[in-house]
T-cell receptor, first 113, second 114 residues
Framework: GNSVTQMEGPVTLSEEAFLTINCTYT??????LFWYVQYPGEGLQLLLK?????DKGSNKGFEATYRKETTSFHLEKGSVQVSDSAVYFC????????????FGTGTKLQVIP | DVKVTQSSRYLVKRTGEKVFLECVQD?????MFWYRQDPGLGLRLIYF???????EKGDIPEGYSVSREKKERFSLILESASTNQTSMYLC?????????????FGEGSRLTVL
């Protein structure tokens, strides 16, 4: 079956530091890949997505590139802010799959001033 | 602004009580989902529905049931709550015609079973 593995947290960074959160996946077909973010006290919201190999998703200064050869979709940001403190979930949806999204376990990011 | 609204943000129930968690979406989405979120386990799918009166089991359906009588509303039912059902419950919806992975979430319902 499909699975998503992401680095364990928590990750603590100083403001303006560079962020990488690793994500690798296992899928039988050609999935779409996503990063969702959950701010404290809120539900998840889509941060960015990529639907085919070599696509780069980007939003709010975050980026992730769909790497089929390494089955990875690492999240990066060049300069984090305190407001980026949240839990980040990597996820995949199998192309043609029936409405099922597989999530990673989430990585908590804390940015300190 | 599109919304998925969950009826209760916080609930405290006793073991054996029947619990209803309700979710309403205003986006005319065909698909609706119930997940539970636990530390270290991420999100696990309990049930989903792709149409009115249709339901499918997810990964952890035991101890839960669902109801979808109207397109916009999807209810999660715990027939007899147990302490191991203490968790955060998240409702989500998606559009059938688009990318099936893009989910829209409610703010969550934190349930404590004593």
């Amino acid at each position: 079956g499909n699975s998503v593995t992401q680095m364990e947290g928590p990750v603590t960074l100083s403001e303006e530091a560079f962020l990488t959160i690793n994500c690798t996946y296992t899928a039988t077909g050609y999935p779409s890949l996503f990063w969702y973010v959950q701010y404290p006290g809120e539900g998840l919201q889509l941060l960015l997505k990529a639907t085919k190999a070599d696509d780069k998703g980007s939003n709010k200064g975050f980026e992730a590139t769909y790497r089929k050869e390494t089955t990875s979709f690492h999240l990066e940001k060049g300069s984090v802010q305190v407001s980026d403190s949240a839990v980040y979930f990597c996820a995949l949806s199998e192309f043609g799959g029936y409405q099922k999204v597989t999530f990673g376990t989430g990585t908590k990011l804390q940015v300190i001033p | 602004d599109v919304k998925v609204t969950q009826s209760s943000r916080y609930l405290v129930k006793r073991t054996g009580e029947k619990v209803f968690l309700e979710c309403v979406q205003d986006m005319d989405h065909e698909n609706m989902f119930w997940y539970r979120q636990d530390p270290g386990l991420g999100l696990r799918l309990i049930y989903f529905s792709y149409d009115v009166k249709m339901k499918e089991k997810g990964d952890i359906p035991e101890g839960y049931s669902v109801s979808r009588e109207k397109k916009e509303r999807f209810s999660l039912i715990l027939e007899s709550a147990s302490t191991n059902q203490t968790s955060m419950y998240l409702c989500a919806s998606s559009f059938s015609g688009g990318d099936t992975g893009e989910l829209f979430f409610g703010e969550g319902s934190r349930l404590t079973v004593l």
